[in-house]
């Protein structure tokens, strides 16, 4: 059974960075899609940024490109965002998921429980 597991959440002021991490467990993930999406006060989740585990090709939603990447530790099994210049837009719970397969696709079957990212002005 896949369990993910997100860290690093926090407060932090505009402009600032945050790391988030997502350990993975419960199977090898070869052949797996990991992602992060994020849900704000009031909206829809929205797909942030994903990576295939094996190859290590990334997506990103237009709005934090330049700005978050995505990368994953196979020798620890865990998915990371790094998050700079970040904006109050940003403010959000943020999850962690996977997917089997590798083309591109905002359908995730494995969700974690989510960190909220706050970011003041």
């Known amino acids: 059974q896949v369990q993910l597991v997100e860290s690093g959440g926090g407060l932090v002021q505009a402009g600032g960075s945050l790391r988030l991490s997502c350990a993975a467990s419960?199977?090898?993930?070869?052949?797996?899609?990991m992602g992060w999406f994020r849900q704000a006060p009031g909206k829809e989740r929205e797909f942030v940024a994903a990576v295939t585990w094996s190859g290590g090709t990334t997506y990103y939603e237009d709005s934090v490109k330049g700005r978050f990447t995505i990368s994953r530790d196979k020798a620890k099994n865990t998915v990371y965002l790094q998050m700079n210049s970040l904006k109050p837009e940003d403010t959000a719970v943020y999850y962690c998921?996977?997917?089997?397969?590798?083309?591109?696709?905002?359908?995730?079957?494995?969700w974690g429980q989510g960190t909220q990212v706050t970011v003041s002005s």
């Open positions: 419960g199977r090898t993930f070869s052949g797996y899609t």
């Open positions: 998921a996977a997917r089997l397969g590798v083309a591109y696709s905002h359908n995730f079957n494995y």
